[in-house]
């Protein structure tokens, strides 16, 4: 799939050199010591740290939250609810967050999300009752988006070769949080009022992270997403000012840029999610539906893994944990071996889709079929690998052929999909287990097949002109 279709901001952010003319050789070092090279860089990483302290106060908690619930007296059903409605509210929220940030800007609507989330695990930390409890759970529902929005801002920043390697890295430090979050938060429970100590730090780790976002040298660099994010697309006079200095002058005109009366921050929330519709049923359908096939497979796989391997080879939870925290050191490493990977296949994020699910599908089908525990930790060595790489190119692919102009309503929609494979996989887990230990896993791999089968049938038209199709509207 060709990815070079649409301009290459991150060129003029010195994220990546810009491509040489025909027959002109590219000089040595172009870019490199450019300061917006350094300004847009350390940006970045100032992105990975907001990723990995999210992801690090949210596994001290979330390890904790059945344990506390049933604590509070609420009945398995009652603590079954109040835990599905974070799924549900993510559901309906991720796709409207993530288009809002890109009608109000990154900046306003990141600090929002964290400031928000944190008021949630604040709440948490005071609950002592089902009820608080529950309306703690509500504003992290709607809002705990801070890695959708992220994203986002990362594809606005990078050119779009570089970009499946920036988010790939960027998921390697937000998992390294949730492995050392649930280290810290199982020794803090052990405290007197562990849990509720373990909750107030996870909302300082949030206040930490809005004032991060807050430090940001938002002005230094130039984002591919404005105020009115779609209308870049139709006119690109406000391509050379900043994401703040759009907002100032959106608000001192109160007009847009095609000289249209400005409208409400909701209004274009609606309008662009009626464009959006249009393109996804049109051209994105079989992304959306990969990526919903693949992620249901995954969840199937780990729905059980603890009891599947005690029924199947008399494994201890303990021994199965530690195979846990192993893949998910693996998957963490796994962005780092993305650079070479897309080099090899020279940046086609769909043809690495293509192989990484072929690779899920075979791991997961000898996994089904193992015998023995060598071949459940070589299936889960690899695992890890393929899953990590394969999230990453669907993310990629949905920018490329959705227009990063609108990432933050695409990357929602993804998140909303994932959403309803939580509410769809353990219906399915629990149906096949019924069957078989190795029932969820088998489920598992022939929903992977019928993923690959639509990538193989759809492939000629995801490296068509689509890419461009939402900034034409």
Same mark, same amino acid.
């Given at each position: 799939?060709?990815?070079?279709?649409?301009?290459?901001?991150?060129?003029?952010?010195?994220?990546?050199?810009?491509?040489?003319?025909?027959?002109?050789?590219?000089?040595?070092?172009?870019?490199?010591?450019?300061?917006?090279?350094?300004?847009?860089?350390?940006?970045?990483?100032?992105?990975?740290?907001?990723? *990995?302290?999210?992801?690090?106060?949210?596994?001290?908690? !979330?390890?904790?939250?059945?344990?506390? !619930?049933?604590?509070?007296?609420?009945?398995?059903?009652? &603590?079954?609810?109040?835990?599905?409605?974070?799924?549900?509210?993510? =559901?309906?929220?991720?796709?409207?967050?993530?288009?809002?940030?890109?009608?109000?800007?990154?900046?306003?609507?990141?600090?929002?999300?964290?400031?928000?989330?944190?008021?949630?695990?604040?709440?948490?930390?005071?609950?002592?009752?089902?009820? =608080?409890?529950?309306?703690?759970?509500?504003?992290?529902?709607?809002?705990?988006?801070?890695?959708?929005?992220?994203?986002?801002?990362?594809?606005?920043?990078?050119?779009?070769?570089?970009?499946?390697?920036?988010?790939?890295? *960027?998921? +390697?430090?937000?998992? !390294?949080?949730?492995?050392?979050?649930? %280290?810290?938060?199982?020794?803090?429970?052990?405290?007197?009022?562990?849990?509720?100590?373990?909750?107030?730090?996870? *909302?300082?780790?949030?206040?930490?992270?809005?004032?991060?976002?807050?430090?940001?040298?938002?002005?230094?660099?130039?984002?591919?997403?404005?105020?009115?994010?779609?209308?870049?697309?139709?006119?690109?006079?406000?391509?050379?000012?900043?994401?703040?200095?759009?907002?100032? &002058?959106?608000?001192?005109?109160?007009?847009?840029?095609?000289?249209?009366?400005?409208?409400?921050?909701?209004?274009? !929330?609606?309008?662009?999610?009626?464009?959006?519709?249009?393109?996804?049923?049109?051209?994105?359908?079989?992304?959306?539906?990969?990526?919903?096939?693949?992620?249901?497979?995954? %969840?199937?796989?780990?729905?059980?893994?603890?009891?599947?391997?005690?029924?199947?080879?008399?494994?201890?939870?303990?021994?199965?944990?530690?195979?846990?925290?192993?893949?998910?050191?693996?998957?963490?490493?796994?962005? *780092?071996?993305?650079?070479?990977?897309?080099?090899?296949?020279?940046?086609?994020?769909?043809?690495?889709?293509?192989?990484?699910?072929?690779?899920?599908?075979?791991?997961?089908?000898?996994?089904? +079929?193992?015998?023995?525990?060598?071949?459940?930790?070589?299936?889960?060595?690899?695992?890890?690998?393929?899953?990590?790489?394969?999230?990453?190119?669907?993310?990629?692919?949905?920018?490329?052929?959705?227009?990063?102009?609108?990432?933050?309503?695409?990357?929602?929609?993804?998140?909303?999909?994932?959403?309803?494979?939580?509410?769809?996989?353990?219906?399915?887990?629990?149906?096949?287990?019924?069957?078989?230990?190795?029932?969820?896993?088998?489920?598992?791999?022939?929903? &992977? =097949? %019928?993923?690959?089968?639509?990538?193989?049938?759809?492939?000629?038209?995801?490296?068509?002109?689509?890419?461009?199709?939402?900034?034409?509207?």
């Amino acid at each position: 799939m060709e990815l070079g279709r649409r301009r290459d901001l991150g060129s003029a952010l010195g994220l990546a050199p810009a491509p040489a003319k025909p027959g002109q050789e590219p000089r040595p070092g172009a870019g490199a010591g450019a300061p917006g090279a350094v300004r847009a860089r350390r940006f970045v990483l100032c992105l990975y740290l907001v990723g *990995f302290l999210d992801l690090f106060g949210v596994s001290m908690v !979330v390890p904790l939250l059945s344990l506390h !619930v049933k604590s509070l007296g609420a009945s398995p059903t009652v &603590a079954g609810v109040v835990g599905s409605s974070y799924g549900i509210l993510q =559901l309906f929220s991720s796709a409207v967050v993530g288009c809002w940030s890109d009608v109000v800007g990154r900046r306003s609507s990141l600090l929002a999300c964290i400031l928000l989330s944190a008021l949630g695990y604040l709440i948490l930390g005071a609950s002592t009752s089902v009820f =608080l409890f529950a309306l703690a759970r509500v504003p992290v529902g709607i809002f705990k988006h801070t890695l959708s929005i992220s994203r986002a801002l990362l594809s606005d920043l990078v050119a779009e070769k570089e970009r499946p390697l920036v988010i790939g890295r *960027f998921n +390697t430090a937000s998992s !390294v949080g949730f492995i050392l979050g649930p %280290m810290v938060g199982g020794y803090l429970t052990e405290l007197d009022g562990g849990f509720y100590l373990t909750a107030f730090i996870c *909302f300082s780790v949030f206040i930490l992270n809005a004032g991060l976002v807050w430090l940001f040298p938002w002005s230094e660099v130039k984002l591919n997403s404005t105020k009115n994010g779609l209308l870049l697309g139709k006119s690109h006079a406000l391509l050379g000012k900043t994401d703040c200095e759009v907002q100032e &002058a959106a608000t001192r005109h109160g007009t847009t840029v095609s000289g249209k009366p400005a409208r409400l921050p909701w209004m274009e !929330v609606v309008s662009t999610l009626r464009d959006m519709k249009s393109l996804i049923v049109s051209e994105m359908w079989d992304i959306f539906l990969v990526r919903l096939l693949m992620g249901v497979a995954v %969840m199937l796989y780990y729905s059980n893994f603890v009891l599947a391997l005690e029924e199947r080879f008399g494994v201890r939870p303990k021994t199965t944990g530690y195979l846990i925290s192993y893949s998910s050191a693996l998957g963490a490493l796994a962005g *780092f071996t993305l650079g070479p990977i897309l080099r090899l296949y020279k940046h086609n994020s769909h043809t690495v889709l293509l192989h990484s699910s072929v690779l899920t599908f075979t791991l997961l089908l000898l996994y089904s +079929t193992a015998h023995t525990m060598g071949i459940v930790v070589f299936s889960s060595t690899l695992l890890s690998f393929s899953t990590a790489i394969g999230r990453t190119c669907i993310t990629d692919l949905q920018l490329t052929v959705g227009g990063a102009q609108a990432s933050g309503t695409l990357i929602g929609m993804g998140q909303s999909v994932t959403a309803v494979g939580r509410v769809i996989a353990p219906l399915l887990s629990g149906v096949a287990q019924e069957v078989s230990p190795c029932g969820p896993p088998s489920l598992g791999a022939a929903l &992977a =097949l %019928m993923a690959i089968i639509v990538m193989s049938v759809s492939r000629p038209r995801c490296g068509g002109d689509g890419s461009d199709k939402l900034k034409s509207e």
